[in-house]
């Protein structure tokens, strides 16, 4: 499978929520970085990938996956979600870049970069506006979204 596929099946995956697809294109020393959730490794990885996609059942979401090329071992591509942000209601549109490294023909380092600031803005409102530029907003976020992700893996 080339690594076009394995980004293009990775993000069918996402779109039908099915964790278990994603989870399988990850290497087990996969290291994963955005600025939502800092940096995750192997299993933690992947939990974050089962807890998001199980927090979108039955309700409006959609990922579109754009201009994904390779290069050796590594692959970039352009995504983006479409979601309601679970605790404000309020509709979010993330335009997310992101760059793989690939291992023994899986994922074994996923970086996704996008504006902290545009996506608070969106989905919190103008507090997000406010804030979502800092280094405070960035930190206080990594801690929440790393604890809903402690409470996901001790339930699990």
Same mark, same amino acid.
């Given at each position: 499978?080339?690594?076009?596929? @394995?980004i293009e099946n990775f993000y069918k995956a996402f779109n039908d929520r099915d964790a278990d697809t994603m989870? =399988? /294109?990850?290497?087990?020393?996969?290291v994963f970085?955005?600025?939502a959730f800092g940096t995750l490794h192997g299993e933690r990885a992947k939990n974050m990938w089962r807890m998001l996609s199980n927090a979108q059942k039955g309700k409006p /979401?959609?990922?579109?996956v754009s201009d994904i090329t390779?290069? +050796?071992?590594? $692959? =970039? &591509?352009?995504?983006e979600a479409h979601y309601n942000f679970s605790k404000t +209601?309020? !509709?979010?549109?993330?335009? #997310?870049d992101a760059v793989f490294t690939f291992k023994d023909g899986k994922i @074994?380092?996923?970086?996704?970069?996008? =504006?902290?600031? !545009?996506? &608070?803005?969106? $989905? #919190? +409102? /103008? !507090?997000g506006w406010l804030l979502g530029g800092t280094s405070f907003f960035k930190s206080k976020l990594q801690q929440q979204t790393n604890h809903l992700l402690?409470? /996901?893996?001790s339930n699990s």
């Open positions: 499978m080339t690594m076009k596929t @394995v989870v =399988s /294109f990850y290497h087990d020393d996969i970085e955005d600025p /979401f959609k990922i579109e390779e290069d +050796g071992n590594i $692959a =970039s &591509a352009h995504w +209601g309020r !509709k979010v549109h993330n335009k #997310i @074994v380092k996923h970086i996704d970069t996008f =504006s902290l600031h !545009k996506w &608070a803005s969106q $989905a #919190i +409102g /103008f !507090k402690d409470k /996901f893996e």
